[in-house]
T-cell receptor, first 112, second 113 residues
Framework: DSGVTQTPKHLITATGQRVTLRCSPR?????VYWYQQSLDQGLQFLIQ???????AKGNILERFSAQQFPDLHSELNLSSLELGDSALYFC???????????FGEGSRLTVL | EDKVVQSPLSLVVHEGDTVTLNCSYE??????LLWYKQEKKAPTFLFML????IEKKSGRLSSILDKKELFSILNITATQTGDSAVYLC?????????????FGKGTKLSVIP
């Protein structure tokens, strides 16, 4: 158990809908990262927050947004969902600085 | 654009075999190379290498980094069925007030009895 908690574990929804994925980082970790993993693309970095502030953006679509709250949990909002958004979404946390990331179990999103 | 390339993409071996997984990288402002093991869900951390030529070991797993040739290898000796997983490597670099990882697509290792 990495100490990073993600909910929900599984989510099935329809095209055009909006969903919110939630992540609670390890105790003491200030950085939260969101990654998307699909079969052919591997782990793709989406966005990172550090102590409530956005620090880096990767290949995140405009339909997606995220935030980190004062209690350091983070939410990833996915809207106007398309079939291609079906993937495993991981949250990871770290203390910050140079070091390994600790991953949650992921949220598997299926868009029908 | 930064990239991390792993080879082979998949590998099937018998228990007891020794395997070598390869990772080459082109990462701007590279600082470290990380290896993760992904079994069913969450990637779990194996090694972080920052210095060239210094081997890191954990049991039957070992890894080394060559910063001149921009690659790393992960060795697994006396493989067991429990080693079956996708092994991911990632290049780490400092971003704007943050630390970023660029991942390869992974090597899927299957160990058969």
């Amino acid at each position: 158990d990495s100490g990073v908690t993600q909910t929900p574990k599984h989510l099935i929804t329809a095209t055009g809908q909006r969903v919110t994925l939630r992540c609670s980082p390890r105790s003491g970790d200030l950085s939260v990262y969101w990654y998307q993993q699909s079969l052919d693309q591997g782990l793709q970095f989406l966005i990172q927050y550090y102590n409530g502030e956005e620090r880096a953006k990767g290949n995140i679509l405009e339909r997606f947004s995220a935030q980190q709250f004062p209690d350091l949990h983070s939410e990833l909002n996915l809207s106007s969902l398309e079939l291609g958004d079906s993937a495993l979404y991981f949250c990871a946390s770290s203390v910050g600085g140079v070091g390994e990331l600790f991953f949650g179990e992921g949220s598997r999103l299926t868009v029908l | 654009e930064d990239k991390v390339v792993q080879s082979p993409l998949s590998l099937v071996v018998h228990e007891g075999d020794t395997v070598t997984l390869n990772c080459s990288y082109e990462v701007t402002n590279f600082r470290s190379l990380l290896w993760y093991k992904q079994e069913k869900k969450a990637p779990t951390f194996l090694f972080m290498l920052t210095s060239s030529g210094i081997e890191k070991k954990s049991g039957r797993l070992s890894s080394i980094l060559d910063k001149k040739e921009l690659f790393s290898i992960l060795n697994i000796t006396a493989t067991q069925t429990g080693d079956s997983a996708v092994y991911l490597c990632a290049g780490g670099y400092p971003g704007a007030g943050s630390y970023q990882l660029t991942f390869g697509k992974g090597t899927k290792l299957s160990v058969i009895p």
